[in-house]
Every structure is written in structure tokens, then in C-alpha cells.
């Protein structure tokens, strides 16, 4: 089924109309917006005025008599040197919205992208052998937004968690447990992820002590990694053994923070080592990068360090070795020519934006990249920090595991399921399910509403708190309504009823309800799903206002009460879809 037009599409389509009409050389874009004066306010007369060097107002007289109105205008008027306030019929409204609810694709808006493209998102990125702190939350929660966002409006999104699960560490780690061959044996044939991590990480801190204080050692874990390079199957196997074991942990972690990761979408550092050598011979030959004190360097005019001096990006390093740069230009290589990527998207913490952007340049200098047909986008995210304002620590200091941040979200969630419990007639089995979904969910959200590139403050309180904006809150929102058609039960269904004149309320949700495809498109385009958050937000806030003003079982009449089930049934669905488009779910009873 073809995407149901937005009232603001068609106002907008009927307002250019007369702008032609009234100045067929003039380019017409009515610059239509909402407006607390009226359902829109269009300013675009302004502008065109000037350019024709005529009176705006008399202009804007001129333009309203063109408006092709009655069906969808109710009325519009000119205010101020110009502007046109436009007020819509409240059938216009209904019809609209109708047409929406019986979508049988339930896109409740949403258009599909007239010319999909293949967007690769980078995002989620642990590493092997350690385990997930405070500092991953942003990229898992934010990449798989963005990952559901685009699919939804039918972008091809390939996945791609770029794991560290290469170099100079796992010599290290690779030799000692070839002599300690019993480190990493299971007592039990099923292990946990969290057990399988705590195992590597013993094995970690082992290995490191071992390194650090014995020379003998450090020179056989050194000799290893250029094993590990030179392919040796007896050190990939092992290799591939601490890769398995931290897989066993990503999934798990993944898995509590309630989102999908295929095995097959993680590529880590090491899918690309074949491709190193391959990618340094290009762009020496190519001349973007050349050698500098025996390290093959790429160049940048405006990159220099303190002392003025220019800081290269270096591609290998004077011992042979290659940097982080190469793996990353190779993954370029790989996404735009292998994947054929029209779009490329890195959601990494700010504080790597130096070096992406000389990788970016780089590859662009190279003929990889360039902003017509492929182009490269790091959506920048900012620190989780604590209450007091600094970066998220424990008590001792340390970082926070990301797996004790989640639990801790879950427990003070069902706390706040439990207490309500009783008076929804929860089972312990749904105060469980509840307990993990508004946990998760208060987590994911608070990240979510605050613009990527913002920090922002962890604080378990206010983000299970019902009040203000949280997800808890909306989730909540979504509960009541279902807690309402199910006492409409047998005796009223949700029908939409064109012919009923609209409370102040009712229009001021349905005009709202209206914009849920447009932002969605918009945070598809922009790659900021804390948009479609504060749009989610303010649809809840407006439902308040509605059930304040207006009664739905107990409504006036018969044909008010349908009406009224269905405004509210379609604003449910719209609560429900926009969450999971952001990763949250929205359990019935609440």
C-alpha cells in the first residue's frame, strides 16, 4: 500500500499551487511550519515579495485568493507584513488519520525511500578478551537505532561491529595459555558469557603480570605475534579460541541489552589483515601517502601538533607494522567496492574525530570516497557521566562494566513494576519481564532524547522515574491506552467518525499524529533519532492533555466514544512503533 499523504504534504502541495499561480516564475516553497496561531503558519511570501519587489502583504492577499480551500483548508488569513495562518477542517483531520489506521502495512506514514540506497553502520565495536564497559552503551544503543530507523524507511543496512580482536596483546595472550594450556577449561560444558569474560580476564591480568616482569617471556609473546601475522595455524587456532570465548560474552551483553547481533555481522579488526599490504601499496604508488622516517604517513595542511609542527596520519609504522589507519582505509576499501556502500556510518565516540576525519581525506584522496556517490559520516557521540557531572566511575574509581550498569537498571525497574503490580493483577512472571523491559528501556532512552554528540548524566532515578521525559513515561502512556480498549472490551470498537466536530485536544493529538511519518523520514536523513525521541515525547504529553479534557468510555454519544477509541488505539500504535524503531519495548500491562 502506497504512503498515506500528510495533511502537511497536502497543505503545503495546495499553497505552492497558488504561489505559482500568483508568480508562475517564482520558486514556490511555502516554508510551511506549525504554529500556535493556527494549525500552520506559512512565511515564504516574505522572501518571494522581495525578490519580485512587491508589497509582501498585498502578495500574500493576492496568493490566499488562489488557495484551492473547503475539503482540507477550513480557513486562511493573512497576519502580520505577510504570513499566512492556516487552519485545517476537522474532517480533513479524521479522514487523514483514518487512512492511516487502515494502512494494512502499518507504515503509519512513513514513506518508503523513492531510491533506497546500501548504508554500511559501523557500530557496537567491543573487544576481544576484554570486557563492555560504560563507554560501549552509546554506540550499541545509538548504531541500533539508527540500524532500525533505516530499514524501517527501506534503506539496505548492512551491519558491521568492527571488534578489536588484533594485535600486540594477544602475543601476549596467545603464548601463555600455550603454556598454561588448562586456563581457559570449562568446568561445565554449557558457560555463561559473563563466566566465559571473567576467564579471559583472569587469563588478561595473568599474562600481563607475566609480561610485565619476565623478559624471557615477553620476548617468545613477541615472537608469537609475528606468528599470529605470518598466518601459523597452531596460533590462529588458539587465537581463534579467545575470539570464540568473547563472542559467547558480546552476545550475552548484546543480548540484556535487548538487541539482535549476528554472528555474521561482526567483522572485526582481523577480516581485513589480508587487505593491509594491498591498501599501503596503493596509496604510496597513488602519492596520498609517502615516507616519512621509515613510516609510510599521509599529510595534512591543517593538522599540526603543539609545536606547529603536522601530525600525518601514519598508514605503517617504521618497524612494519600497521597502524589503525590502514584497518580502517582497508574496511573502506572493502564496504564501497566489495559491499557496494553508497553510505558509509561510524557511530564512535568524539573523541576519535581527528582521526576519522584524516581517514575520510585520505580515502577520499584516493578515489575511495567521494561526496556524489559514496560518502563517509561519523555520527560523534559524547561521555556517560555521573551525577556529579564527571565521567562515569565506580566508588574505587574504576570503570563501570556495562553488564552491572544494566542489572542495577533492571532491579530499580522492577522495584517500580512491583510496586504497581498488584493493582494491574501482574504475575510475577510478567513483573520479571516488565521489570527487564522498562529497565533496559530507561537506559536506552535517556541516551536516545539527548543529541549524540551531547554527554549527558547517568542517573537510575529520574530515568525510571514516571515523570518527566522518560521512557517510563511513555511506556506507560502506551500501557493506559491498552488498559482502555480492553475495558471498551465488547461493547465499543475504535471508529473513526469524520462527521464529529473536534475538541481543542482531539485536534491538537491528531495534527501531532500526523508528523510521526515526516520525522521519521527526517531522523532516516539526519541520523538523529533524539527527534524522533522528543517527538515521542511530546505525542505523550499531548495524549495527557487528552484524557484530561476529553473522556473516552464515558464520551457523549456512542459515535464520539468510536471516535475517541480510535484516536487513542492510533496513537498506541504510533507510541509502539517509534519505540521499537528506537529499541525499546512497550509492555500492555504497566
Known sequence: ????????????????????????????????????????????????????????????????????????????????????????????????????????DARLGVPLAEQPGTTVIDYAQPNVAKEMHVGHLRSAVIGDAVVQILEFTGENVVRRHHIGDWGTQFGMLIQYLDEHPHELDHKDAQVSGEEAMSNLDRLYKAARKLFDSDEEFKTRARRRVVDLQAGDPHTLATWQKFVDESKIYFFSVFEKLDMEVRDADIVGESGYNDMLDETCRLLEESGVAVRSEGALCVFFDDVKGPDGNPVPLIVKKSDGGYGYAATDLSAIRDRVFHLKANALLYVVDARQSLHFKMVFETARRAGWLNDDDVNAFQLAFGTVLGKDGKPFKTREGETVRLVDLLDEAIDRATTVVREKAEKMGLTEEEIVENGRYVGVGAVKYADLSTSAVRDYKFDLDQMVSLNGDTSVYLQYAYARIQSILRKAGGTASPAAHPELELAPAERALGLHLDQFGETVAEVAESYEPHKLAAYLFKLATLLTSFYDQCPVLKAETPAQVENRLFLVDLTARTLHRGMALLGIRTPEKL
Not at 32 to 45: C, E, F, H, T, V
Open 1 to 104: 500500500m502506497a504512503s498515506v499523504t500528510s495533511l502537511t504534504a497536502s497543505v503545503n502541495q495546495r499553497l505552492a499551487s497558488a504561489l505559482t499561480a500568483t508568480l508562475p516564475e517564482a520558486d514556490a516553497d511555502p516554508l510551511l511550519r506549525r504554529s500556535d496561531r493556527a494549525d500552520y503558519q506559512a512565511n515564504g511570501i516574505l522572501a518571494l515579495a522581495k525578490k519580485a519587489k512587491a508589497n509582501p502583504r498585498e502578495l500574500a492577499t493576492r496568493v490566499v485568493a488562489q488557495v484551492e480551500s473547503g475539503e482540507v483548508i477550513k480557513e486562511i488569513e493573512v497576519s502580520g507584513p505577510g504570513f499566512l495562518n492556516i487552519t485545517l477542517t476537522d474532517r480533513a483531520i479524521t479522514e487523514n488519520l483514518a487512512a492511516r489506521y487502515a494502512d494494512a
